[in-house]
């Protein structure tokens, strides 16, 4: 079986996408099998893997609504995992989904028939409560959340909590926090060590041990539609998923 997880926050710019990624890639290096999920319209973790937004036949959108079977929608990326791409159509998804049924069920029901064939099924959510982000959490096991260790992001975090409480109880019992991760850190920032003493104080083990730095090759990678690895192996960021990998393959042995 394999362990469903959507990476996500409603604020934008804390490292989502480029978490997902590259968990993608480090994980497939570490010999799982992966499938990323990109359900933002931005259509970023599908160019960060290597496939042209522009270029699709079939999408995320199609999925959604039915129009398509998972199997014409996936795409093997060059580094070692597949992805279900998305562009700009899938902001459409939101209003044409309001009619159907089950809308909030749609993403978990297409993923079914593939879990055997994975280890991890990544989900890239989009920055906001929306109905694909109900989609995302209502499909998963369990949720990553990226965050930047700043004085706003703690409130962030309730909002989200909140969030996951309600999904619990109306469409998704099992869901489960996997780990918050903090991302674009700096060391050097007292703030920074502050919220994270605050966030082990309210989470405990549930914070990742490893950080993903701040580290301008992983800012650089997705611009040649690359994960870290086929960019800058050597990286302090290519290291530091790497690390998650390996933490998160630690925590999931069985999946
Ligand atoms: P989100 O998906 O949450 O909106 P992104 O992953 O797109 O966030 O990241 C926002 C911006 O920050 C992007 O330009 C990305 O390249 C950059 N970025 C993300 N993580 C890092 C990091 N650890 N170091 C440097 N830049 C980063
Ligand atoms: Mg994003």
């Known amino acids: 079986m394999s362990r469903v997880i ?5 604020k934008g710019g804390v490292g989502k996408t480029t978490s997902a990624v590259n968990l993608a890639a480090g994980l497939a290096q570490s ?15 599908t160019m960060g893997s290597g496939v042209d937004k522009h270029a699709l036949g079939r999408s995320v959108y199609h999925l959604l609504l039915g129009h398509a079977e998972l199997d014409d929608v996936k795409a093997a990326t060059e580094h ?14 939101e209003v044409e989904l309001i009619e159907l049924e089950r809308r909030e069920l749609r993403l978990r029901e297409a ?23 109900v989609n995302g959490l209502a499909a998963a096991d369990g949720v990553i959340i990226p965050m930047q260790c700043e004085y706003y992001a703690l409130e962030g975090l309730t909002d989200l909590v909140n969030t996951l409480r309600r999904v619990r109880q109306a469409l998704n019992p099992k869901i489960e926090i996997d780990g918050l991760l903090r991302t674009l850190y700096d060391p050097r920032s ?4 502050q919220v994270v003493a605050q966030l082990e104080q309210h989470f405990g083990d549930k914070v990742f041990k490893t950080v993903i730095p701040r580290n301008i090759r992983l800012a650089e990678a997705p611009s040649y539609g690359r994960p870290i690895f086929a960019y800058d192996k050597s990286s302090r960021g290519a290291l530091a998923y790497l690390e998650l990998a390996a933490e998160l393959i630690k925590r999931f042995p069985g999946k």
């Open 6 to 10: 959507a990476v996500t926050n409603q």
């Open 31 to 45: 010999g799982q099998r992966v499938l990323l999920v990109d359900l933002d319209p931005q259509g970023n973790a």
């Open 80 to 93: 070692g995992y597949d992805v279900l791409p998305a562009n700009r159509e899938l902001g459409g998804a």
């Open 111 to 133: 993923l079914v028939k593939v879990r055997s064939q994975y280890d991890f099924v990544l989900i890239d959510c989009p920055p906001a409560l929306n109905l694909l982000t």
């Open 190 to 193: 007292t703030l920074a060590q």
